[in-house]
């Protein structure tokens, strides 16, 4: 009997010993590729959050411009509104602006004119009879042309000393000055020093110029802008005020540069945020912004680390070492427990026949199974159920019901418990959370059990998977909104959601625009090099469309070669012809597919609300027209609805549209 009994002993550890010995092999090699894969992740969160925040960044900077440039929209309007401009008017508009307030970085609002050399002494003799009896026109000395600055608020100062300043006679400036006049928008200079400066806490310095011209003559030519300019009201910006009033307490862990122009020299540096010389960390990243006709480099340097601190990783490793502990010793235990059956099944034949059969049934079943006792916690689960959540067996057992539910709702658990005790099933949809994280839609139905007083026993669960079904729908849903070839939207879906951008227009009183692009020899494409490649081609120029959109504008494919965009919120249609001449020239550029070298042109036309109609049908039939006369003018071209004469730009000429 002893040698038996020391037989059996052996036998048991045996049994219980090596399974938990190899479940810890295998639990130290899942810790260490899960230690592994926390490196990487903290890694890949480091380069997210820096990517994040200097995409934020280069918004908040572009955005800020923006906001600057309806200023000087407002001067402009409020010179145009009157025949004569009081200095008075001049520093009460400035003055209600609230520069220091909400437009940090701006060293004023001016205004400058042109000079013609014969009236030089004129001009300094009337500027000295209101009141500024040594005012003159500096630099001094013999030029073609000449300009002044005669309105600047707040005239403080430092704006004093650029009271008459000749902003022409400096080659940046001039540049700029020139450059706004032509294109009748808003232009930034390059990188100059402001006359405002001091030898004290020098800084770089831009200006943004926009022109202004008398109402109600033509502008449609440089000759008819240059008879029809008044002069230029623009803004001062000093660089390092401007920018770090824009970024506030952004990221003190990223270093940003500014630079002018495409190539980042040190003599084109605008604003640096960490002059100290802090050596810069392992993330970089470079972009290029463009304002305004000029373009700045943006460089963005992490410095230190972004990650989490070492205390959490520590705590990150402890975790996996706990779990891997808490698996072996789970296994050990379910060891442990099998061979406890093992010695029950022996003494209860006719109970394991029965349990067989009843575990035959429950196993089979396409829908998982559960049991739950009275306070809603998990005491089976059968392998359906188990396999649909994605948990081990002894990590669910014993959980409640509503750990398992994709939101967290106490008031919701109350309830159902409620209702459970009243001995009331129900079947409802419902959103589970897996062990991965994952989301799984069911159908779950749950039937209470309930004693002979009438208390709450336990429940039955059923949960039926329906995430195939839900992926079916969304797919049919998706499909009947977007073109499979392209990805775009198709006509219905960009119909339908033109229709909710005009009202929002008709709300905020604001303009969008509409622009139909039809493909010019997309035909001889296809016949030439096959289907294919003209499938290839679509689907090239559809991604060439949405990089010369902004995120808020819709792109939508209305079938074969047409297209249909919808640029929201613009300033006017100089705005919408700027954005279809890129459309124009991204197009028209070599596509080299697997058949060729093919090139497509494009001929597009705009249609502006409230402009040229303020209904989704008047829109649409506009823009039709105007994509004609393009064709009829030579294709490759851009065309505006007009209700008189049509105006065609094609890729030899030039459209410019000025806001009224």
């Known amino acids: ?33 899960t230690l592994d894969r926390l490196e990487q992740a903290h890694a890949e969160a480091e380069r997210g959050a820096f990517t994040l925040e200097t995409r934020e960044m280069a918004l908040r900077i572009n955005e800020r411009v923006k906001a600057y440039r309806q200023v000087l929209r407002g001067a402009r309007a409020l010179i145009l509104a009157s025949s004569v401009v009081t200095r008075e008017e001049w520093r009460d508009y400035v003055v209600g602006l609230l520069l220091d307030a909400d437009y940090p970085g701006i060293q004023g609002v001016g205004m400058a004119v042109p000079i013609a050399p014969q009236d030089l002494a004129r001009h300094e003799q009337q500027i000295r009879t209101e009141g500024f009896p040594d005012y003159r026109v500096t630099p001094p000395g013999p ?95 000093r660089m390092n005020d401007l920018i770090t009033g824009t970024l506030g307490d952004s990221e003190p862990r990223i270093r940003v540069r500014i630079y002018d122009g495409r190539t980042p020299t040190p003599d084109q540096l605008l604003f640096d945020s960490h002059t100290d010389g802090e050596p810069p960390g392992a993330l970089f990243t470079q972009s290029l912004l463009e304002l305004d006709s000029r373009v700045w480099t943006l460089r963005f340097d992490s410095i230190g680390t972004l990650a989490i601190d070492q205390q959490a990783r520590d705590m990150e490793r402890i975790a996996v070492i706990l779990i891997g502990s808490l698996f072996v010793l789970l296994t050990a235990s379910l060891l442990v427990t099998r061979e406890r059956a093992r010695a029950l099944a022996l003494t209860g034949a006719s109970l394991q026949a029965s349990e067989a059969r009843y575990s035959t049934l429950v196993n089979l079943s396409q829908d998982g199974i559960a049991a739950l006792d009275a306070e809603l916690r998990f005491t089976f689960l059968n392998p359906r159920l188990i396999a649909l959540l994605g948990y081990p067996e002894q990590e669910i057992l014993g959980k409640r019901l509503d750990r398992i539910w994709a939101e967290q709702d106490k008031s919701r658990s109350a309830a159902v418990r409620q209702r459970l005790r009243r001995g009331v099933a129900a079947s409802a949809e419902q959103t589970l959370r897996k062990a ?3 989301l799984l839609t069911a159908i779950i139905t749950d039937a209470p059990l309930l004693n002979a ?50 009202l929002i227009a008709r709300r905020n009183h604001s303009r969008v625009a509409l622009l139909y692009l039809d493909l010019d020899h997309f035909k001889e494409v296809n016949d030439r090099l096959g289907h294919a490649s003209g499938d290839a081609l679509l689907i090239e120029v559809a991604r060439r469309m949405r990089c010369c959109l902004r995120a808020s504008d819709l792109l939508a494919r209305q079938g074969g070669d047409e297209f249909m965009a919808l640029l929201q919120d613009v300033g006017g249609m100089q705005e919408a012809l700027a954005v279809a001449e890129k459309i124009r020239a991204a197009i028209d550029a070599p596509y080299h597919l697997e058949n060729g070298i093919c090139r497509v042109s494009v001929c597009i036309g705009i249609a502006l609300y409230p402009d040229h109609g303020e209904d989704l049908d008047s829109l649409s039939r506009r823009a039709d027209e105007a994509m004609y006369r393009a064709k009829d003018g030579g294709r490759n071209g851009v065309a505006q609805a007009t209700l008189a004469s049509p105006s065609v730009a094609g890729p030899s000429n030039t459209v410019d549209a000025l806001e009224s």
Not at 493 to 499: I, K, S, V
């Open 436 to 438: 991965s994280g994952e």
């Open 453 to 502: 007083d009438g208390h709450l026993q336990g429940v039955i669960l059923t949960v039926t998977d329906i995430s195939e079904r839900k992926e079916s729908e969304e797919r049919i849903h998706y499909l009947a909104t977007h073109d499979p070839l392209t990805g775009l939207a198709n006509r219905a879906m960009f119909l339908d959601l033109m229709d909710t951008s005009l």
């Open 143 to 237: 030029r073609e042309h000449y300009s002044a600055i005669v309105l600047l608020e707040p005239f403080d100062w430092r704006n004093q000393r650029a009271f008459g300043y000749d902003m022409y006679s400096e080659p940046t400036r001039r540049e700029a000055m020139e450059r706004a006049l032509a294109l009748g928008t808003p232009a930034l200079t390059g990188k100059v020093s402001l006359v405002q400066e001091t030898a004290t806490d020098r800084q770089a310095g831009v200006l943004l110029y926009l022109p202004v011209f008398k109402p109600e003559m033509p502008l449609g030519t440089q000759a008819e802008r240059e008879r029809a300019f008044i002069g230029w009201v623009y803004s001062p910006f």
């Open 1 to 33: 009997m002893k040698a038996a009994g020391s037989w059996t002993s052996g036998y048991i550890l045996k049994r219980i010993a090596l399974p938990t010995l190899l479940s810890a092999v295998c639990a130290g090699l899942v810790g260490g590729l």
